[in-house]
């Protein structure tokens, strides 16, 4: 069982950047592959970035160019930078973990909020 706990949600204006985090317990995290979804009001949950165990990441179309995920398996923790954000990037954002061979997450946290005024 892997429980995932993110932070880093706020309110901001468009054009700011903001961080967030998402830290995980179990001791094979590095072995996982790790995601960032985000539900808007009204709107069912979409993918924004992926970051395989072996290095490679993937992006939504929405985000790439302005998000990068990234990951310190020592600290168990994966991270979202948000730069340029815009107000359709508000959101409740999941952070989600899976082991290799599963098609969809297995694992979700409680979610953060993430406002983006204009």
């Known amino acids: 069982q892997v429980q995932l706990v993110e932070s880093g949600g706020g309110l901001v204006q468009a054009g700011d950047s903001l961080r967030l985090s998402c830290a995980a317990s179990g001791r094979t995290f590095s072995r996982y592959i790790l995601g960032w979804f985000r539900q808007a009001p009204g709107k069912e949950r979409e993918f924004v970035a992926k970051?395989?165990?072996?290095?490679?990441?993937s992006y939504a179309d929405s985000v790439k160019g302005r998000c990068t995920i990234s990951r310190d398996n020592a600290r168990n923790t994966v991270y979202l930078q948000m730069n340029s954000l815009k107000p359709e990037d508000t959101a409740v954002y999941y952070c989600?973990?899976?082991?290799?061979?599963?098609?969809?997450?297995?694992?979700w946290g409680q979610g953060t909020q993430v406002t983006v005024s204009s």
């Open positions: 989600a973990a899976t082991e290799a061979g599963y098609s969809s997450p297995r694992y």
């Open positions: 970051s395989w165990y072996y290095g490679s990441t």
